[in-house]
C-alpha cells in the first residue's frame, strides 16, 4: 500500500508544487516535517480535489440554472436535494429542512471520497481513518451543538441524565451510561465507513496484481454498492442522532408512544 501511495502521480505533482510552501510553514510553526517526498499526505489531496471538483460543478450549475427549462444535471441535483429533503423530514420532522446543508454535504463528500478510489490514478480519502473520524467527529459536534441550541444547554445535559419516563433517581446510573454511548458513536461511524473501504480497496488491488483484467471488474463492481450504501448508512444514523439531539421531551415522549404502538 505504501508503494501505491507514492505512485500516486496527482500527489507527486501537488507536493512538487505546493510541498516546499506547505514544509517552510511548519517549520515557522514549530512543527516537524514529515520524512519523505510527500509532506502533504494523499488523503489530504484526495479530499482537497473533491471539494475544488464539486465547487466547479455548483458554479456551472448555478450559472445555467432555469426554471422553465431545467437541464439533467439540475434534475438529478434536484432530485438529489429532495430526497435528502425527505429523509429529514421523515426523522426530524418539519424541523429537519435547516438541517439540509450539512446532512446534504456529508452525503456528497463521503460518496465521492468512497467512488474516487475506483478510478484509475486516484484513492478514496475514506479509506483512510483521519477522513472518516473526522467525518464522524463533524456529525457528532454538529447534532450536540444543534441539541443545545434547540433545548437550551440545561435542558439538553437533563435529557441525557433522566431521558423520558425514567425516574429521576438513576440519573447518576444513565447520565454516564449516555456519555459512553455517545463517545462510541464516534467509534461506529469512522472504524465503519473506514473498513468497508480500506478492505475494498485493498481486495481490488491484490487482485489487480493478481490477474490485471477482468478478474477485479465484479469487485469494482460491488464497490459502487457498497460506497452508495455506506455513505447512505452514515447519514442516516447522523440523521437519527440529530432528530434525538433536537427534539423535546415531548415530542421524544410521543415518538416513544408511536413507536411502541407500531410494535
Partial sequence: MEKLEHELWIVQAV????????????????????????????????????????????????????????????ILIEDAVGAVRSMLHDYIGHKGQRYLPLIATLFVFILSGNLMGLIPGLK???????????CALTAVVYYHSQGIKEQGLFAYIKHFAVPPGAPVFLA??????????????????????????????????????????LVPLPMMFLGLVTASLQAFI??????????????????????GEMAAGEI
Fill in 15 to 74: 507536493n512538487a508544487a505546493l510541498g516546499p510552501m506547505i514544509a517552510a510553514m511548519l517549520r515557522a510553526l514549530g512543527r516537524a516535517v514529515p520524512p519523505g517526498p510527500n509532506v502533504i499526505p494523499d488523503y489530504l489531496i484526495m479530499a482537497g480535489l473533491i471539494v475544488v471538483a464539486w465547487t466547479c460543478v455548483c458554479l456551472v450549475v448555478r450559472r445555467t440554472l432555469s426554471v422553465e427549462n431545467p437541464g439533467r444535471l439540475q
Fill in 124 to 134: 478514496s480519502p475514506t479509506g483512510n481513518i483521519n477522513v472518516t473520524l473526522g
Fill in 172 to 213: 447518576p446510573i444513565m447520565l454516564p451510561i449516555e456519555i459512553i454511548s455517545h463517545l462510541s458513536r464516534v467509534l461506529s461511524l469512522s472504524l465503519r465507513l473506514f473498513g468497508n473501504i480500506f478492505g475494498e480497496e485493498l481486495v481490488i488491488l491484490i487482485l489487480f496484481s493478481i490477474i490485471p483484467f
Fill in 234 to 255: 452514515f447519514v442516516l444514523l447522523t440523521t437519527i442522532y440529530l432528530g434525538g439531539a433536537v427534539a423535546s421531551s415531548h415530542e421524544q415522549h410521543e415518538h
